[in-house]
């Protein structure tokens, strides 16, 4: 897993090995400063001396330069570590964060639908940061604490061996009361973190649905919905605060405990009581350095904490990384389609490799280039599922489907879409002015282009009287046009591939019948050789099509006109029934 | 590369300093303390006694020191040593219980602020206007509960605690060096302004940044969540190399702005730890000088009497062993000076979120609506009645019938923006009212207002007679079943879905809703039938069957009136003419408005209004509105388009 996340750190690899070793120099002057303290301090001892009396002045300027100088080379180290970490970690989390992207953008539509959206986001977004704030702590901290514990024994050891001995034994104390609130702990935090997420699962449903809320009048029976996730929230981090609120007193309480060890037998041996050797200068310099060690460990600790809290994260961000496409690329990909032409032989399909149940079952189908098809039938019946096919948005499980006259697993993906052109159920614009999305279709589109595809789609007129026409905003996922508008601007959106077939699932419900029809005409008057492809509710739709084809829990039930198929299919005909039933009556 | 598909929506998604940073302080003071007045007491006293504890326990470190130093090897254990190892100890002790008591209750009470600063949120939210919900995101609103309700957990369980004790401790050493020595405490005046300033600066610097990198993360989570949501057009537009050069974009941003603020955050600690070390160094220096220069000048170190009455040649001694107690104490007093720097950004994040939260609260509830109620068996003639207090405390009953009339009504979501005009029409007690036109006519605005959604700018609605403003609101949308367009379940079993609409409901009656709106089949093939559990806004079903659900719910309700608003635009025409005996059932004896785009759905109603524009243009019943040859029949007939 880690092997996985640091393949992200790439350039930022020289800071987070540099930040370390910038630390490692703070800390290394983090101890030698109350060292040299020490003789500062000893100055003032041979000053209160009688024997002696006096300072060394110029002892004294070289003690307090130096000191000066450590300093300075300590808040340099410090600034560049910092700087360098945040370098470091902030680049890692934009690397993570882009090979994320980066690889979301191989995935097949098989694996966009192993994930919901709102869980790849929350991937993104709070996973990193929260790696980012653990591996942050790890270059800044989890090298640096213990070199300084470290040199703080070894300076204690110079000092007088036996000091070493108290300060090994309240490490060693330290850790384990750290070690086993963590343990107790850590289990808390993860039913917290679930806890959290129910919570934010009954906020955000209440919001998306506050108009049936209010309608129904159960505003009451939310609220204490929520009180109810709330106060299990409120429970189970108190249950895991209320350990480390321990945790800090304790330590506390260890290095009070460290300090009245070495005043004791500091002052004991420096009187002579006990054999031994340090004087009152020394004394002070190891009372610094148990702050300091233990401080060492706690950041260990908080260090560990973190990564472990944030292991959930890490699991989450492989998932995506190490995700590979379900469309294997072809050996010799081809790079040209060849007409419009389409061809299912025998295809069965499922979404899932393991699911017994096939969407499709045994379809054979063929569509001339040029030709216009209509697809009907229930919903579930699998008609999105069978043009799904066509661009090779999914594999086909069994048989093949060939588009102009070559297996769609044969093309160079980018070359098929390109002549394939969908315009999907559930289709969204993006923020940016109308020409921007447009301009999906085509890049280098020009102005001409754009205008007569919107026109081909019978949207240029709305266009013309919104304000800014072609500049206006749409806002985020298109939200200042109404949906018929919206699937309109889709249209004209394939239009500008300029495609050699072009798929309509369901893409016009939100348009009346009138500009359906208009956009159809269009379509056959200035693009006749296009494959056009229609999947839709209303008969009204598809009745002029070359051939309709009729579905039925996955299989062809029926292949025919509008008037072959009124006359011969029953279902078509009970379809046509529930929509048409009465209008003639009356006409 | 244009990056203009990429809105900031920074000015809604944090990124925002706090407009009024004092008066919101205290507001969270006062929200968060008021409530637990005898706790916070506690927590004053405890903090006061953890801090004057362990300074009182240093002044001793200090004290043995100077003993030791003074006296060398004639140090006195007995009499001075171990009688201040042993108050030491006690110290020691009464800080740490300290310590952890205020530790302990600052927990309860910012666990307890959060419970309830969660739940009054979310109480006001539910009785906010619908206008609210329409006028915010929803991300925007949830960031109120994630990131703004994080940043005053951060605020009340470690900032505020740490700066009162961080003030305290900084006092209490003050005092204790003041006694020492006044000269020695300037210089550290000197060079607290220092500190104070590059504080200052630095926390001025990183929360600046800081707000910039809240504003590049806000853009990042909102490019990614608009872009995931049309993955799929990236993908059948070949958009993938272009999506990952937006992104990067995007990304670069955060990643330099969130350097930055780290950057400073990261270099504050060094640079007072730095300053610290420069303070000791000239304590150090001043004080020797003073006492081995002029040895009458000591008068300037301190004030100590003892000081003056020892011998001359002690005298030497005991100062010296009180500088060495004064740089104790300047060690001492850095370490919460730089406790409060660290806590710099925090204060100014935290200021914005509470403000946000706070504006919400702060955001006026819809009214209550009138006195009328609806009440069940009380009118003498028995059944549901609306219940109508006279002037003189007495009652009157009007018979629930479902009577609802337009009196010439205009309304416009804005005041100088009028979607609805002069709408007149009535619905009689269990009439079928259709109403059809293009996206945008003003249909579902309609519908918005019968259940006072909205409020009309003028004209009248009434409901069996009474003007809809003078009942109350809750009994008013009790009285009307709705089904909307986007169906909205909840997590829970496909039961306490279908009960949502009644609460009583027998599991009978649910079973039998389900059966009438043709649902119970599917249903039976879910996993565990009737209990299969339903997730977020039921994400595992097909919007049909969404829509088949919520009509079950609309079926178990039992409202005299029902507004089915696009109820089965996702269901396909068979399916609804499946379903199309239920909705009949559902709709028999019950006042009924429609809104279709599906002329097939609307055909069979009492009376069908062609809307365009916020005008009804056209009315009348389907036979009628055909032999009239006007807009119906060009739409119906597919000839006219409705625009």
């Known amino acids: 897993m880690f092997k996985t996340l640091l393949k992200s750190v790439r350039e930022y690899k020289l800071s987070s090995i540099l930040c370390p070793i910038f630390m490692v120099g703070e800390a290394v002057m983090e101890i030698i400063i109350p060292f040299l303290m020490t003789f500062i301090v000893h100055e003032l001892e041979n000053l209160a001396d009688p024997a002696i009396g006096s300072v060394n002045s110029g002892n004294i300027v070289l003690y307090s330069v130096l000191m000066i100088v450590c300093g300075v080379f300590a808040m340099v180290c410090g600034i560049y570590g910092g700087k360098l970490g945040a370098k470091a970690s902030c680049g890692f989390a934009h690397n993570l964060r882009e090979d994320m992207y980066n690889n979301l953008q191989t995935y097949s539509f098989a694996n966009i639908d192993n994930y919901s959206t709102a869980s790849l986001i929350t991937r993104i977004t709070t996973d990193v940061t929260n790696v980012q704030m653990a591996y942050q702590m790890c270059i800044r901290m989890l090298v640096r604490a213990p070199v300084l514990f470290i040199s703080a024994i070894i300076m204690t050891v110079m000092i007088e061996p036996f000091m070493a001995l108290v300060f090994g034994g309240a490490a060693i104390t330290l850790g384990i009361v750290i070690g086993i609130c963590m343990f107790k702990v850590v289990p808390y935090f993860r039913t917290m973190f679930k806890k959290y997420d129910g919570l934010n699962a009954v906020v955000q449903e209440d919001l998306t649905g506050i108009r049936v809320v209010k309608s129904y009048v159960r505003e009451d029976r939310e609220i204490s919905k929520m009180k109810h996730a709330a106060g299990e929230l409120y429970t189970y981090s108190v249950k895991a605060e209320r350990i480390l609120t321990v945790l800090l007193p304790m330590t506390t309480l260890v290095m009070f405990v460290v300090n009245i060890c070495i005043l004791t037998i500091g002052s004991n041996m420096y009187v002579g009581n006990i054999s031994g050797n340090v004087s009152p200068s020394q004394i002070q310099t190891l009372i610094q350095y148990s702050a300091q060690i233990l401080s060492g460990i706690m950041t260990v600790a908080m260090c560990l904490n973190y990564i472990t809290l944030s292991k959930g994260s890490m699991d989450r961000i492989c998932e995506v990384l190490n995700e590979k496409t379900t469309l294997p690329k072809p050996t010799a990909p081809v790079s040209v389609v060849a007409d419009g032409s389409i061809d299912f032989s025998d295809v069965d399909f499922c979404y899932t490799q393991k699911s017994e149940l096939m969407v499709l079952k045994d379809i054979n189908l063929h569509i001339a280039s040029g030709e216009t098809v209509g697809i009907i039938g229930s919903t579930g019946s699998g008609k999105s599922s069978l043009v799904s096919l066509i661009p090779r948005l999914y594999d086909v499980a069994q048989g093949s489907v060939k588009v102009g006259g070559v297996d769609v697993r044969d093309y160079e993906l980018d070359v098929l879409r390109d002549k394939v052109a969908m315009v999907l159920q559930k289709n969204v614009l993006f923020s940016g002015t109308i020409t921007e999305n447009l301009r999906w279709g085509d890049e280098n589109a020009t102005e001409e282009d754009i205008r007569l595809a919107a026109k081909q789609a019978c949207a240029d007129e709305f266009i013309e009287n919104l304000p800014g026409g072609y500049e206006y905003d749409l806002g985020q996922g298109g939200v200042n046009v109404s949906g018929g508008q919206k699937q309109r601007l889709c249209i004209a959106r394939a239009l500008l591939k300029k495609p050699k077939i072009i798929i309509f699932d369901d893409s016009t419900s939100a348009v009346d019948t009138k500009t359906d029809s208009k956009i159809r005409a269009a379509l056959k008057a200035y693009a006749p050789d296009m494959t056009k492809i229609i999947i839709a509710q209303r008969i009204a739709s598809v009745q002029d099509a070359d051939k309709i084809v009729v579905l039925d829990e996955g299989r062809i039930d029926a292949i025919g006109t509008h008037e072959e198929l009124l006359k011969s299919n029953a279902i078509y005909s009970e379809i046509y029934m529930s929509q048409v039933k009465g209008g003639e009556e009356n006409e | ?643």
Not at chain 2, 84 to 94: A, E
Not at chain 2, 397 to 416: M, Q
Not at chain 2, 509 to 525: G, V
Not at chain 2, 603 to 617: E, P
Request: glycine share 8%; with cysteine; charged share 20%.
């Open chain 2, 1 to 643: 590369m244009s990056n203009a598909g990429i809105q900031p929506r920074s000015a809604l998604k944090g990124g925002k300093r706090a407009k009024t940073p004092m008066k919101t302080l205290g507001r969270v003071i006062k929200y968060a303390f008021s409530n637990n007045k005898a706790a916070t007491a506690f927590v004053f006293v405890f903090v006061l006694l953890a801090s004057v504890a362990n300074v009182t326990a240093a002044s001793r470190v200090s004290y043995i020191i100077k003993e030791l130093i003074a006296n060398g090897a004639n140090a006195d254990l007995n009499g001075v040593v171990y009688p201040n190892i042993i108050f030491m100890g006690c110290t020691y002790l009464i800080g740490s219980l300290s310590s952890f008591s205020y530790n302990l209750i600052m927990m309860y009470i910012a666990n307890g602020t959060l419970l309830k600063l969660r739940e009054d949120m979310f109480t006001k939210m539910q009785y906010l206007p619908v206008k609210y919900f329409d006028s915010h995101t929803h991300g925007d609103i949830m960031s109120f509960y994630t990131n703004d309700v994080d940043t005053m957990r951060q605020l009340l369980s470690q900032t505020i605690p740490q700066i009162i004790s961080s003030v305290i401790t900084l006092v209490a050493i003050f005092v204790f060096m003041l006694l020492y020595s006044v000269t020695l405490l300037l210089v550290i005046l000197l060079i607290l302004t220092c500190s104070t300033f590059m504080i200052k600066f630095i926390g001025g610097m990183s929360a600046k940044e800081y707000v910039k990198h809240q504003r590049a993360l806000g853009n990042l989570n909102g490019y990614v969540e608009e872009m995931t949501e049309g993955q799929k057009v990236i993908k059948v537009f070949c958009h993938e190399q272009k999506a990952r050069e937006d992104f990067k974009v995007v990304n670069d941003e955060l990643n330099r702005a969130g350097y930055k603020a780290n950057t400073y955050a990261f270099i504050m600690g060094p640079v007072i730890n730095n300053i610290g070390y420069l303070q000791y160094v000239l304590v150090a220096f001043v004080g020797i000088m003073i006492i081995a220069v002029g040895h009458s000048e000591m008068g300037l170190l301190s004030v100590y009497t003892s000081v003056w009455n020892a011998g001359d040649a002690n005298r030497v001694a005991v100062m010296a062993g009180m500088l060495v107690s004064f740089l104790m104490y300047s060690r001492q007093f850095n370490m919460p000076v730089m406790q409060v720097s660290q806590q710099f950004s925090a204060i100014v994040m935290a200021l914005a979120g509470a403000e946000r939260i706070f504006e919400m609260t702060d955001t006026p509830s819809e009214d209550k609506g009138g006195n009328i109620t609806l009440t069940h068996g009380e009118c003498p003639e028995g059944g549901w009645a609306w219940k109508k207090p006279g002037a003189d405390g007495s009652f009157e009953y009007i018979p629930l019938k479902g009577d609802i009339r337009f009196n010439d009504v205009t309304f416009g979501y804005t005041e100088d923006k009028v979607i609805l005009k002069n709408i007149s029409l009535y619905a009689k007690p269990g009439q079928k009212i259709a109403f059809v036109g293009a996206t945008g006519a003003g249909k579902t605005t309609i519908t918005n207002l019968i259940n006072r959604f909205y409020d009309i700018q003028s004209g009248e609605i009434t409901y069996d007679g009474i003007n809809i403003r003078d009942i109350a609101k809750p009994d008013l949308r009790r009285s009307l079943g709705i089904v909307l367009q986007d169906t909205h379940l909840f997590t829970g079993t496909v039961m306490d879905n279908i009960r949502y609409g009644r609460l009583d409901a027998t599991d009978e009656e649910c079973i039998n809703a389900a059966k009438l709106a043709n649902a119970d089949s599917f249903i039976r093939h879910l996993p565990e039938g009737y209990r299969t559990i339903i997730k977020g806004d039921g994400s595992n079903l097909s919007q049909g069957q969404n829509q088949l659900l919520a009509i079950a719910r609309a079926m178990v309700s039992e409202c005299p009136v029902l507004i089915l608003d696009e109820a089965t635009s996702s269901i396909d025409t068979r399916t609804e003419k499946l379903i199309e005996e239920g909705m009949d059932k559902l709709m028999e004896g019950r006042t009924v408005f429609v809104i279709a785009h599906r002329l097939s759905t609307v055909r069979n109603s009492k009376a069908i209004m062609v809307l365009d524009h916020g005008v009804i243009i056209e009315r009348g019943n389907h036979e009628q509105l055909i032999a009239q040859r006007g807009n119906y029949y060009q739409l119906y007939t597919g000839a006219f388009e409705l625009e």
